[in-house]
Each structure stands twice: as structure tokens, then as C-alpha cells.
Nanobody, 125 residues
Framework: QVQLVESGGGLVQAGGSLRLSCVAS????????VGWFRQAPGKEREIVAG????????FYPDSVKGRFTISRDNAKNTVYLQMNSLKLEDTAVYYC??????????????????WGQGTQVTVSS
């Protein structure tokens, strides 16, 4: 059974940085697409960063482009989300997710099969 566990969330002032981590057990991230998503109160869950199964391509929506960076360490079976220049509107619960099928990449959250429990990120003024 695949389990994902996020960590690294917390309270940070606007303009600050946080790095989220997501560790997988039961399977590796190698050859599987991964993504970071977030959900703010009253809003739908949205993607904030994605990486293809090969790791060769990444995706960021305009809202975080240039501020967030997704990376993966296959040896540690861990995916990271580096968040810089945080804004009040980045406040949300952040989730990592991955697919059940290898060698496939998508940015659509409906296609992701395994999800972590989420970690809260709160940006204060």
C-alpha cells in the first residue's frame, strides 16, 4: 500500500520561505508523476507544481511560477516543494500526490491516485 506523508508546513510571514517534503512508503517515486496541490478554505483543490514521471519537465500555474519549485530525490524517495516569496493567498493545506500508473504524466488532480494527509501552510502579514 502506498502512503505519502507531508511535512514542513507552518506559520510564516509574507515574503518568507518554506520547504515542504513528501516521503513515500510502499513504493518509490521513480517513474511516476508527482504533484503538489493546495486547498484553501472554501476553494477547490488546485495544482501548484507538477513533475513528469521522468523528472524532465515541470509545471507551475501562473499564481506560483517563479516562486515555487518542485524537486525529487529518488534515493530518499522524497519530493520537495520549495516555496519562496510567500503571499497571504498561499495560505492553504498542501498535499502531495502521485499516480498509480508509471510512465504517465498529467496535471489533472482527478488522475492522481495516492494522496498525503496534507500539511497546513499559513502566511501572515
Amino acid at each position: 500500500q502506498v502512503q505519502l506523508v507531508e511535512s514542513g508546513g507552518g506559520l510564516v510571514q509574507a515574503g518568507g520561505s518554506l520547504r515542504l517534503s513528501c516521503v513515500a512508503s510502499g513504493r518509490t517515486f521513480s517513474n511516476y508523476a508527482v504533484g503538489w496541490f493546495r486547498q484553501a478554505p472554501g476553494k477547490e483543490r488546485e495544482i501548484v507544481a507538477g513533475m513528469t514521471w521522468s523528472g524532465g519537465r515541470t509545471f507551475y500555474p501562473d499564481s506560483v511560477k517563479g516562486r515555487f519549485t518542485i524537486s525529487r530525490d529518488n534515493a530518499k524517495n522524497t519530493v520537495y516543494l520549495q516555496m519562496n516569496s510567500l503571499k497571504l493567498e498561499d495560505t492553504a493545506v498542501y498535499y502531495c500526490a502521485t499516480l498509480a500508473i508509471p510512465y504517465r504524466s498529467t496535471w489533472d488532480l482527478k488522475d492522481y491516485d495516492y494522496w498525503g494527509q496534507g500539511t497546513q501552510v499559513t502566511v501572515s502579514s
